[in-house]
């Protein structure tokens, strides 16, 4: 029995991992300077197919098929056409993303060591016949995938800042990983199991003698 409490003790004080992604949880948007909900948009044909725990979204309906919208062009350096936000779990303290854009996107951190955000990686300015040609473009192999440390003191989010560079559909698509921190209450069910198990071992000392 003792064995066990200590086995869920040092579980739960185990770092949790948390996976996330573009699914319209914990994230939004800024286009033109409103705040709005993200939605889900019908992908190009060319562009790579959904991730596990993501699917291609924008601000509005920038995808393919009837009644979608195309941004205007953007340049970079400048502006980006919309700015998406994931923010991430309390206390994470390390992070993966897994990231397809189209036309391509910047993605910076924001946590406490970096309010105005850390570059991460920067938009492609190279176009090819659908979108970015490379990192970050919208077609199979044209991913990013980066892991980078988050200060787990406070609040934390992703920046991603998307350009529409070659006109039709727009959008990003995402997923990744959150390790955090143990929660306090973990802390102290591993300090009170140790506890436990050197007052057992002094009964069992006690005993023997």
């Known amino acids: 029995m003792l064995l066990l409490v200590l086995l869920l003790a040092a579980s739960m004080a185990q770092a949790g991992i948390i996976t996330f992604g573009s699914d319209l949880t914990d994230e939004y948007n800024l286009h033109n300077l409103v705040y709005g909900s993200n939605q889900f948009i019908i ?7 959904q991730l596990p725990h993501g699917r ?5 309906n920038t995808g393919d098929g009837a009644g979608a919208i195309s941004p205007p062009n953007t340049t970079i350096p400048g502006p980006a ?9 309390v206390g994470t303290y ?11 996107a910047g993605v910076f951190l924001e946590d406490a060591s970096n309010p105005y955000g850390l570059l991460l990686k920067a938009p492609n300015p190279v176009q090819d016949g659908h979108c970015a040609a490379g990192q970050i473009g919208c077609e199979r192999n044209e991913n990013w995938i980066g892991s980078f ?13 998307a350009y529409q560079r070659g006109g039709g559909p727009f959008g990003v698509m995402y997923q990744g990983t959150a390790s955090t921190v143990p929660e306090p209450a973990s802390y102290l069910l591993l300090g009170s199991s140790l506890v436990i198990l ?12």
Do not use: H, M
């Open 149 to 161: 440390a988050v200060d787990p003191s406070g609040f934390s989010r992703l920046r991603i800042e």
């Open 81 to 89: 056409t919309a700015v998406f936000f994931e923010v991430l779990p």
């Open 94 to 104: 390390l992070a993966s993303l897994n990231i397809f854009a189209d036309d391509t």
């Open 43 to 49: 992908p190009d044909p060319a562009w790579a197919p």
């Open 56 to 60: 291609w979204s924008s601000y509005a």
């Open 198 to 209: 050197g007052g057992f071992r002094k009964w069992r000392k006690r005993s023997q003698n």
